[in-house]
């Protein structure tokens, strides 16, 4: 999913701010209802929706089941 | 910078000792209280135009220092110093790569990337996992080195010595190899509710941290200044929470990062960075939610 994005620099308030630049988005209507129809049917309006907000349909959170402590 | 912080912080600087400073509202007006290493005379202190006429109140206790401590400091005493598989719950102890100090995982939340993709990751502090770090994609461990990371440093607020500050914060990404490490829950809390909510005197709260576990609190002041000792510089504050434990102890080195919240709401407040002389120093959630687009992951 391809979606335009316009580069903006936050504003921080009283502290020293390093290292990332955050975008703001620009919705895409194609690229939006790409999006809604990947989800697939009964989640189209849910993608389309989020994604036409500037939001996006990927990257949800993924709880793993890995051992870290041996 | 609003007119009472600006007052507060011109207390703080005018008087050298000082190291903690905030009013309060009591029946027969408002009142400044001073905290001070050593005993000094309410009449010797340098008052800006403003708060001449406060009941003036001084305080002697010790200055606040950053709260993160060595791995050892502490003997191991409770599951926060466990180690855990995934879903790592927070309030629990981590410690970036290679450094030998261990302080708090806070709490989990979420932020949008430059390609406005979500992303879930663990808020502490500057000092707990960004101090003198290789910046981002620094690794954060579960103590130690040894254990695979469970986050990588993505973004903080660095603290200086010589200007203003207001927050003490760092997020850290924790999808490694395409899962998630970190829990959406804090240990002995819970799920939060992801609505903050804005600190004020006499708030009931409650943290979960590395060192002390689940300890609970009560604002006693809002938008405090203070002087902060980092070890190697001092660092002032404006805006900050003030929480006092009562009997016992809210806070005490390794805590350094747990996130304080409403004993009833389990609503966000303050992110815990110092403390000592009885008290507790938070920077407002709000204000680090502002500045990251942040939010909390439930």
């Known amino acids: 999913m391809s979606k335009g994005t316009t580069p903006r620099q936050v504003v921080d308030r009283g502290a020293e701010k390093i290292g990332i630049t955050f975008t703001e988005p620009q919705a895409d209507i194609m690229s939006c209802l790409l999006a809604g129809l990947i989800a697939g049917l009964p989640c189209f309006l849910e993608a389309f929706m989020k994604c036409m907000a500037g939001g996006t349909t990927a990257g949800d959170y993924k709880p793993g089941d890995r051992n870290r402590c041996n | ?298």
């Not at chain 2, 912080?9 to 400073?21: D, G, I, K």
């Not at chain 2, 950053?66 to 879903?87: D, K, S, Y």
């Not at chain 2, 609505?195 to 409650?206: C, E």
């Not at chain 2, 747990?258 to 110092?274: E, I, Q, T």
């Open chain 2, 1 to 298: 910078m609003s007119n009472r912080e600006a007052m507060l912080m011109t207390v703080l600087t005018r008087n050298a000792s000082a190291h903690l400073v905030y009013l309060t509202h009591e029946v027969d007006g408002p009142t400044l209280h001073v905290h001070t290493q050593h005993a000094i005379s309410a009449t010797s202190l340098i008052i800006p135009l403003g708060l001449e006429h406060c009941r003036q109140v001084m305080h002697v206790t010790e200055q606040p220092s950053i709260l993160r401590c060595r791995p050892n400091h502490f003997a191991v005493q409770n599951a926060h110093q466990q180690c855990q598989n995934e879903p790592i719950q927070l309030g629990t102890q981590i410690q970036p790569q290679g450094k030998d100090w261990v302080g708090t995982a806070g709490a989990p939340v979420h932020w949008l990337d430059g390609s406005q993709h979500d992303q879930y990751g663990v808020l502490s502090n500057w000092h707990v996992m960004a101090d003198g770090s290789n910046g981002i994609g620094h690794t954060q461990h579960q103590p130690y080195d040894n254990h695979p990371a469970m986050a990588k440093l993505t973004n903080w607020s660095e603290v200086k010595c010589c200007a203003t500050m207001y927050v003490d914060a760092a997020i850290a990404d924790a999808k490694i190899d395409g899962y998630h490490t970190m829990a959406r829950s804090i240990l002995e809390i819970g799920q939060l509710n992801p609505t903050p909510l804005d600190a004020s005197a006499g708030l009931l709260v409650m943290k979960s941290g590395r060192t002390t576990a689940l300890t609970y609190g009560q604002v006693s002041a809002t938008g405090a200044a203070v002087k902060v000792s980092y070890g190697d510089f001092t660092a002032t504050f404006a805006d900050q929470i003030v929480i006092d434990g009562g009997a016992e102890e809210f806070s005490a080195g390794g805590d350094s990062g747990s996130l304080v919240v409403g004993r009833d709401s389990k609503s966000p407040v303050g992110l815990l960075f110092a403390g000592g002389g009885g008290t507790t120093i938070a920077n407002p959630i709000k204000r680090i939610m502002d500045m990251w687009g942040m939010d909390f992951a439930v």
